[in-house]
């Protein structure tokens, strides 16, 4: 009689309990996208950055800009991935 209660007290305990996740197939392919965009966009813009013709101080506003969307856009995207590997 006991041991039929410690199961069922187990089974509910497990059905219960939330289990850990990885990230859906179509989470893992959204975040290969985000990867093979982010890429692009960096290769675009170490494009431009060479072919600046401007003043120093004007390439280098250009090159602080791109740097800085493409930090913005890697945080975006991995905050993204880890909110999918959360739920």
């Known amino acids: 009689m006991k ?12 059905l219960f309990s939330s289990a850990h996740a990885d990230e859906t197939v179509s989470e893992k392919a959204q975040s290969t ?3 093979i965009k982010r890429d692009a966009n ?13 003043s120093d101080a004007e390439c280098a506003k250009q090159k602080i800009g791109n740097r ?10 991995k905050s993204s991935e880890i909110k999918n590997k959360m739920d």
Not at 42 to 54: D, F, L, N
Not at 68 to 77: H, I, R, T
């Open 3 to 14: 041991l039929i209660h410690i199961v069922s007290i187990l089974a509910l305990a497990m």
């Open 33 to 35: 996208v985000n990867d």
């Open 68 to 77: 800085a969307e493409e930090a913005k856009d890697a945080v975006k995207d």
């Open 42 to 54: 960096k290769a675009t813009h170490r494009v431009e950055e060479s072919a600046c013709t401007g």
